[in-house]
């Protein structure tokens, strides 16, 4: 079968490579839709460590089930279906507790950081544990489907707010996952949400996804919260970068007692406002891909709580991958998600 092979950093081959053979309790998909995710762009050149050529990338993904071990009991060939990013063991306490994304043995697909390497979607087929497989409803195109990875990571960052009825929200950061945030904040219940991001462009698309406000300059964002809120402050805030003055934007607009979820991790280290998160007893809380809420992102995109138009930038044949890389990696301005089609 063919595949992209990421062979050196800043290199990407179409190849041809043995076609993965499923296990007792694996489901072989025929790759339809694979999203190029920011962090594939990262292990591109070697910056994130986490892609060690050789490598098939490619972790959002959807297709057709091709074949099934004989331990499947849930799908058969013909089913559309997507699947985790993450493979946990299932056995381990945190699996066992239900934090299957925090699982002693996780491996991500498309990842090859050194202690394990898993093959992505980059390619044809891929076979893939079953208990790591949903079904696509027949409302979602697979190349929506595709986004119900990153999608899945917004909703989990919502979930872990606890956000409630009319609660009022910021999102600092409008990439995709800052946008996808937005709408499933949306679809929680928030009353109001106020996004940020110093790109023009990304602030109208968040204001075409559903925020109330898109602003710019720190400054101006805490002028307007203060006129939104009475001077109260906002009740959860969401950090889509990882650095440190989105950080300090999102505190400085919350309310006494409100909670930040940080969702991006671009830095290593920040530094934070301390004595602002003790004396305001803010809650600060970390969020890791998703944990189950595959089957959520899905309802979301089926019942159209959640609108992908604008956001998928183009939708190409595997063949083109390659050159689409090369022009997100340099940054090409308005280019957000791009679909590859094996």
């Not at 066992?96 to 093959?119: F, H, K, M, T, W």
Request: proline letters at 6%.
């Amino acid at each position: 079968m063919k595949a992209m092979v990421l062979t050196a950093y800043r290199e990407l081959e179409i190849k041809e490579v043995p076609q993965p053979v499923p296990g007792r309790h694996d489901v072989l998909v025929r790759v339809r839709a694979c999203g190029i995710c920011g962090s594939d762009v990262h292990g591109y050149d070697g910056s994130s460590g986490r892609r060690i050529p050789p490598i098939v990338m490619g972790h959002e993904a959807a297709g057709v089930v091709e074949a099934v071990g004989p331990e499947v009991a849930r799908f058969r060939p013909g089913d559309r279906v997507t699947f985790d990013s993450t493979i946990h063991c299932g056995e381990c306490a945190f699996c066992r507790a239900g934090q299957i994304n925090l699982c002693d043995r996780r491996q991500v697909i498309g990842v090859s950081p050194g202690e394990y390497r898993r093959d992505g979607a980059f390619a044809e087929a891929l076979a893939v544990p079953e208990r790591i497989v949903c079904a696509v409803p027949d409302a979602v195109p697979l190349e929506h489907a595709a986004m119900a990875e990153p999608l899945s990571v917004a909703v989990h960052a919502v979930r872990r707010a606890r956000v409630q009825p009319g609660d009022q929200a910021i999102v600092v950061g409008c990439g995709m996952i800052g946008l996808l945030t937005i709408q499933a904040a949306r679809a929680a219940g928030c009353s109001k949400v106020v996004a940020v991001d110093l790109d023009e462009s990304r602030r109208a698309q968040a204001a075409r996804v559903g925020a109330d406000l898109a602003l710019g300059a720190a400054d101006a964002v805490a002028a307007r919260v203060t006129e939104l809120t009475g001077g109260r402050g906002l009740d959860v805030g969401f950090e889509a970068v990882g650095a440190a003055a989105p950080i300090a934007t999102a505190v400085r607009a919350l309310r006494k007692g409100g909670t930040l979820v940080l969702i991006g991790n671009v830095t290593p280290r920040v530094e934070v406002d301390l004595q602002a998160i003790v004396t305001r007893e803010l809650s600060v809380l970390g969020t890791c891909a998703s944990c189950g809420e595959y089957p959520e992102a899905l309802a979301l995109l089926a019942k159209g709580a959640v609108k992908l138009d604008g956001l998928i930038s183009a939708v190409s044949p595997l063949a083109e991958g390659p050159a689409w890389f090369e022009r997100l990696y340099a940054g090409e301005p308005g280019l957000m998600k791009v679909i590859l089609q094996p």
